[in-house]
């Protein structure tokens, strides 16, 4: 049974840095793109970035470019989002999701939608205030 649990999040003043961890575990698939989503109060779920599962290849959103990293650790079957410079609009639940399959754009990743995705995490908190 495919599963994500994230971990990480917490309360953090602007300007800080936290580090979200999604572990991955029951899947079978050879090629997928696990993607960090959020979900501020009253908004939309919206993507933050994703990575392949070679880990070759990443996207981000406008707005965390220059201040988000994703990466992966194949051995562990984990998937990191190291987040730096950290902003009160910051502020949100955020999601890991496995998508099986990869999307492509004239060579770039596609991170995709929603609902693109096969499976969800529980959610972590990251709240960004002084």
């Known amino acids: 049974q495919l599963q994500l649990v994230e971990s990480g999040g917490g309360l953090v003043q602007p300007g800080g840095s936290l580090k979200l961890t999604c572990a991955a575990s029951?899947?079978?698939?050879?090629?997928?793109?696990i993607g960090w989503f959020r979900q501020a109060p009253g908004k939309e779920r919206e993507g933050v970035s994703c990575i392949s599962s070679r880990g070759d290849r990443i996207n981000y959103a406008d707005s965390v470019k220059g201040r988000f990293t994703i990466s992966r650790d194949n051995a562990k079957n984990t998937v990191s989002l190291q987040m730096n410079s950290l902003k009160p609009e910051d502020t949100a639940v955020y999601y890991c999701?496995?998508?099986?399959?990869?999307?492509?754009?004239?060579?770039?990743?596609?991170?995709?939608?929603?609902?693109?995705?096969?499976?969800w995490g529980q959610g972590t908190q990251v709240t960004v205030s002084s």
């Open positions: 999701a496995f998508r099986s399959g990869q999307s492509w754009d004239a060579g770039r990743l596609q991170c995709g939608t929603t609902g693109a995705y096969d499976a």
């Open positions: 029951g899947f079978t698939s050879i090629d997928y793109t």
